[in-house]
């Protein structure tokens, strides 16, 4: 990092330390699958913070718990579409929640209540709640399911506890360091503080003042925000989320976990949710990732795929700064003073000269497209004109091809031949494309075309 980007950094943490009245705050930037820059402001216990500090990370633990439901659903031991009531016994609990699909509680759209049954859950002992049904709270379902984005803390008590069925009653914080932390390293994060660790405060809105945060174990709610963690551990945890790891997860299922699932409903909406993601917009750039807050912490952790880059920053105070936008400032900052340079071309190392001739102008309907080749036999296809449907397409072991992106995402790219065996034209989910717009006598195209061709005159 040149020094004036790691000046900038700095100054981004100890304003955003100073002006919103933190005890301390902290800051990490992991790019290109390592930490590029590190920077604390103020105190914790008469040092200055680092990236070895403990805070409590709240609602970041969501997407945490949403990797190990991730894991599972890969394994085969659930379906994304499954009901909760096929895996676990909700006997008590209002009918509708069993009915929620894993789908809708990773992305907020079960319609469950926001907050847990009884006093408030982030400062009392989850004792107060022993079962399950617990944790629903008043008027259980405010909202029909999958109709809408409803932030449910909930909900992910419920996630937590399908993994705990499913890992065979195996505590959800040990599968998670397991099957987690280990293999990427993440030795600072817990469900409970381990030294060298921040303390929660609240600070008097009009005097400088402060006054300590509980941190009680919040039991079976833990799912929703109970980690502990640090800014290096999340940094690590930002390289997974980017690059992915095989021994966690694939790149392509976090790519899953990433896609819109559901949205806010207000009239300013910049971001929306994936399975366990935040998304949102800033400066013109996508970040996925996840805010968290419990009594005493704020946090944040947001990363740019374009970029590989991502943004951490972590806060002790109930109402301190606004670490979303910290988070996303170290990204901004990197990216604009330091833009990425792309990797170096590299010629493929051999090509099929089937796909080469498949390669080329292809024509839906009378507009233009492009089709390239790419590694591991993928193909591109892109637009010619300002109008048209891009998309990347991944091989399949049959010979075709499955959209990854785009309006065809899913969907299957077919090479369709003649009865010599030569390329007749492509077919994508039904759409067909030729080598020439609307070829004269072109029984490819459905409805058929004119026989005079181009160039017949209206009336």
Same mark, same amino acid.
């Given at each position: ?45 008469? !040092? ?6 403990? @805070? ?42 069993? #009915? ?29 709640? *022993? ?10 379902? +405010? ?6 984005? =409803?932030?449910?803390? *909930?909900?992910?008590?419920?996630? %937590? ?34 030294? +060298? ?5 609240? $600070? ?34 930002? $390289?997974?989320?980017? &690059?992915?790891?095989? &021994? ?14 559901? %949205?806010?409903?207000? #009239?300013? !909406? ?34 740019? #795929? ?14 301190? +700064? ?20 792309? &990797?170096?071309?590299? *010629? ?14 292809? @024509? !839906? ?17 892109? *637009? ?40 007749? =034209? ?5 759409? $067909? ?20 061709? !181009? ?5």
């Amino acid at each position: 990092m040149l020094p004036t980007t790691r000046r900038a950094l700095l100054h981004r943490v100890a304003v955003a330390q100073a002006e919103g009245r933190s005890p301390s705050l902290v800051g990490v930037v992991v790019r290109e699958g390592k930490t590029v820059w590190s920077g604390g402001w103020g105190e914790v216990d008469g !040092w200055a913070p680092d990236a070895d500090t403990q @805070y409590r990370i709240g609602s970041i633990t969501k997407t945490f718990i949403a990797v190990l439901v991730m894991r599972l659903c890969d394994e085969g031991l659930l379906d994304l579409g499954d009901p909760l009531r096929a895996h676990l016994d909700l006997d008590g609990a209002p009918p509708e929640a069993g #009915e929620a699909t894993v789908t809708q509680l990773l992305a907020h759209t079960a319609g469950l209540s926001a907050e847990a049954r009884g006093p408030w859950w982030e400062r009392t002992d989850g004792a107060l709640r *022993p079962e399950l049904t617990d944790v629903f709270g008043e008027g259980a379902q +405010p909202h029909p399911a999958g109709r809408r984005h =409803h932030y449910s803390n *909930p909900g992910f008590a419920l996630l %937590g506890a399908l993994v705990e069925r499913l890992r065979g009653g195996t505590p959800w914080h040990e599968v998670l360091r397991r099957e987690v932390l280990e293999p990427l390293g993440m030795a600072r994060t817990s469900p409970l503080p381990e030294a +060298p660790h921040a303390q929660g405060w609240a $600070v008097h809105p009009w005097a400088d003042v402060l006054q300590p945060e509980p941190a009680v174990d919040t039991g079976l709610m833990g799912p929703a925000g109970q980690l502990w963690s640090t800014a290096g551990d999340l940094g690590r945890f930002a $390289v997974f989320l980017l &690059r992915g790891d095989e &021994r966690v997860l694939s790149a392509d299922t976090l790519a899953r976990m990433r896609e819109p699932a559901s %949205g806010p409903r207000d #009239e300013n !909406w910049q971001g929306g949710y994936g399975l366990g993601v935040q998304l949102t917009r800033s400066h013109g750039r996508l970040l996925f990732g996840h805010t968290g807050s419990m009594p005493g912490f704020v946090s944040a952790l947001w990363a740019n #795929e374009a970029e590989d880059v991502a943004g951490i920053a972590l806060a002790n105070a109930t109402a301190g +700064p606004l670490t979303g936008a910290v988070a996303a400032d170290l990204v901004r900052i990197v990216a604009e003073r330091e833009p990425r340079l792309p &990797r170096p071309w590299q *010629p493929l190392p051999a090509a099929d000269p089937e796909l080469l001739a498949l390669t080329g102008p292809w @024509y !839906w309907g009378a507009t233009p497209l492009a089709l390239r080749l790419r590694a591991d036999r993928g193909l591109e296809l892109r *637009p010619l004109a300002a109008h048209g449907r891009a998309a990347r397409f991944r091989a399949e072991a049959d010979g075709t091809w499955t959209g990854r992106d785009g309006y065809y995402a899913g969907e299957v790219l077919r090479v369709v031949r003649t009865a010599s065996g030569e390329v007749s =034209h492509l077919d994508i989910g039904t759409f $067909v494309f030729t080598r020439q717009p609307y070829e004269p006598g072109d029984a490819a195209v459905p409805g058929g075309v004119h026989p005079e061709g !181009w160039g017949v005159q209206p009336g």
